[in-house]
C-alpha cells in the first residue's frame, strides 16, 4: 500500500498530464483502444478517490450511485458533459468538471474549415483526383461550390464557440446572425452582429453552424420542419453534438435537395455505422469527433482535466468546477 489516493483513468493521456498524476496519486489507466464497459466503471468507482474520464464514457446513474465514499471527483476531458449524470453526482458530493475554454480557438479552427470544406466540394474534389476520375484538364462545371465571402453566416449558440466562428466569419466579409437562448449583446457589439429567431436564422442564412450543448430542449433541435426552411444552396455545420441534429431528416434534406450540403463532425451514434445514408451521400463532408483534435489542445485539455484532479483531492475547489451545489453536499476537506 502507498498511502496515495487512487485515479482511475479511462484512456491514455499525453505524457504531461499522466506526469502531474502519477506524481501526486496511484493512477491506473485502462489500456483498451475501446471506452471501458459499464461493468468496469461501477467496479473502479467503488475503490477509487477520482476518476478522469472522456465523452464517451456513460456515468449514468447506475454507475454514480455504485460509487464508493471515497470518490470525490469525476473530471471530464472535454467541454459538454451530457455523459455524466451531474444530479445524482452532485446528490452524493461528487465534484463533476470540464474542459472549457482551451478548446475554444481549435474548435473555431475546425468548424470554419468544415464549412469551407462543405461549401467547395473538398473531400469530393480529394476522392475525384486520387481515384483517377480528372480526365479534362478544366472544366468549366467541375465540382463546382459555393461562395463564402459576403455570404450570410447563422450560428446556432454564440457561446465561446459560436463567437469565436463569429470572429473568423468577420475575415470573409460575411454577414452574421445568431440565435441563443440568450442574447448576448457583449457579442452584439464586439462583432456586429444580430440577433435573430431560430427560424429566421435558417431562412436568411447561406451558412449554418451550430455550437449548442446538447441537452434535453437542444436534442433534435435542427429537426425536418427547421431543414425545410433553409435555402436550397445553404450548408449546414455541426460540431457541437450529433444529437442535435436529426440524421433521418437531414439525410431527407440533402437527398431530395432541400439544402445543398452538410459538414458533420459529430454524429447521433459515434462511432458512425458505415451503414448510415449519410456515408452514402457526395455532398456530406464526414469527420470523426476531431474538432479539438490539435496537439496542443488535447494536451491541454488533458492537463486541466489533472489539474481539475488535483485540486479536488487537496480540498481545494476545482477551476471548472461544474456542480457547486455538491461542496454544500460533502464539503471539501483537506
Excluded at 498524476?21 to 466503471?41: A, C, R, T, Y
Excluded at 472535454?78 to 463533476?96: H, P
Excluded at 464557440?161 to 440565435?179: C, E, L, P, T
Aim: charged share 25%.
Amino acid at each position: 500500500m502507498t498511502g496515495k489516493k487512487k485515479v482511475y483513468v479511462t484512456r491514455e493521456l499525453p505524457e504531461e498530464a499522466t506526469r502531474i498524476l502519477k506524481s501526486k496519486f496511484e493512477v491506473e489507466v485502462w489500456q483498451g483502444e475501446m471506452p471501458p464497459p459499464k461493468s468496469v466503471l461501477v467496479e473502479k468507482v467503488k475503490e477509487v478517490d477520482g476518476v478522469i474520464c472522456l465523452l464517451t464514457e456513460k456515468f449514468d446513474e447506475d454507475v454514480v450511485n455504485a460509487a464508493g465514499p471515497r470518490l470525490r471527483g469525476i473530471c471530464q476531458i472535454a467541454v459538454g458533459f451530457d455523459n455524466i449524470n451531474v444530479k445524482a453526482a452532485t446528490a452524493r458530493g461528487i465534484l463533476v468538471t470540464n474542459t472549457p475554454g482551451v478548446l475554444t480557438e481549435t474548435t473555431a479552427d475546425y468548424a470554419f474549415t468544415l464549412m469551407v470544406a462543405t461549401a467547395r466540394r473538398i473531400a469530393e474534389a480529394d476522392k475525384y483526383v486520387k481515384s483517377g476520375q480528372w480526365k479534362v484538364p478544366w472544366g468549366l462545371m467541375m465540382l463546382l461550390g459555393q461562395d463564402i465571402w459576403g455570404k450570410t453566416l447563422g450560428v446556432v449558440g454564440i457561446g465561446r464557440i459560436g463567437s469565436a466562428v463569429a470572429r473568423r466569419a468577420k475575415g470573409f466579409n460575411m454577414r452574421i446572425i445568431y440565435y441563443d437562448v440568450f442574447r448576448n449583446e457583449q457579442v452584439e457589439k464586439e462583432l456586429g452582429v444580430e440577433y435573430v429567431p431560430l427560424e429566421r436564422l435558417l431562412k436568411e442564412s447561406d451558412f449554418v453552424t451550430v455550437h449548442v450543448p446538447l441537452t434535453p430542449e437542444t436534442h433534435h433541435l435542427i429537426n425536418e420542419d427547421r431543414l425545410r426552411t433553409m435555402k436550397k444552396t445553404a450548408c449546414l455545420v455541426n460540431t457541437s453534438r450529433g444529437p442535435v441534429v436529426d440524421e433521418k431528416a437531414l439525410y431527407k434534406a440533402l437527398k431530395e435537395g432541400w439544402i445543398w450540403a452538410a459538414g458533420l463532425d459529430v454524429w447521433e451514434k459515434e462511432p458512425v455505422d458505415v451503414s448510415n445514408p449519410l456515408l452514402e451521400l457526395n455532398n456530406v463532408t464526414a469527420a470523426p469527433h476531431i474538432a479539438s483534435g490539435s496537439i496542443a489542445t488535447r494536451t491541454r485539455m488533458a492537463v486541466m482535466a489533472a489539474e481539475n484532479m488535483v485540486a479536488i483531492l487537496d480540498g481545494r475547489v476545482p477551476p471548472n468546477l461544474v456542480n457547486k451545489e455538491a461542496l454544500e453536499v460533502r464539503p471539501l476537506k483537506k
